[in-house]
């Protein structure tokens, strides 16, 4: 199975008649990828691009359809490890195994209060206008005050204790 670590560019050539150059890639070890590629690939094999950080970039069941940039690896895999959706998903690559990426609770409780607190701020604006110009409805002022106290509780959310959060629910703006 081809291991092709740390790509960096060896060399552009321009052809004529090509607009653009033709970029070769070799690894850390000095290896073209095309010559490599050429010479060991099966066909029965799928690949992957990994990023420094070990999160994939970029994968194909024919290394011809592969995005590679300089600081990439690429790994030659089985193909029935290969996942379909790995341009639409995050996946990470560790000790040889692909895992699909999900933040953990605390992070994605992070991320849903800061949804609900720009919510609650573009659900104020329009009603505090309204009560600064002196045109708000008794319906609109009471609505404001629902708002208001509803952008406080989610602030008030400890995003630590996730998953086992109870979120306040929005203001009916029916």
Do not use: C
């Not at 970029?58 to 592969?66: D, E, M, S, V, W």
């Not at 995005?67 to 379909?84: K, M």
């Not at 708000?136 to 509803?150: H, S, V």
């Amino acid at each position: 199975m081809i291991q092709f670590k740390n790509i960096r560019i060896s060399k552009r050539v321009i052809e004529k008649g090509m607009a653009l150059p033709f970029i070769y890639f070799e690894d850390d070890k000095g290896r073209d990828w095309y010559t490599l590629r050429d010479k060991t690939w099966t066909g029965k094999t799928a690949f992957i691009a990994v990023a420094p950080d070990g999160f994939i970039t970029t994968g194909a069941l024919n290394p011809n359809f592969l995005t590679l940039h300089e600081g990439l690896s690429v790994y030659e895999i089985n193909a029935a490890d290969y996942q379909a959706d790995i341009g639409s998903k995050p996946y990470v690559f560790k000790d040889g195994k692909i895992t699909a990426f999900t933040l953990p609770p605390q992070e994605l409780a992070g991320i849903t209060q800061n949804e609900l607190l720009i919510q609650a701020t573009k659900a104020i604006a329009p009603l505090q206008d309204a009560v600064d110009v002196g045109i708000a409805t008794g319906e609109e002022t009471e609505l404001l005050t629902e708002w208001k106290r509803f952008r406080v509780m989610v602030s008030r959310v400890d995003t630590t204790l996730a998953p086992a959060i109870e979120w306040p629910v929005a203001p009916d703006t029916k």
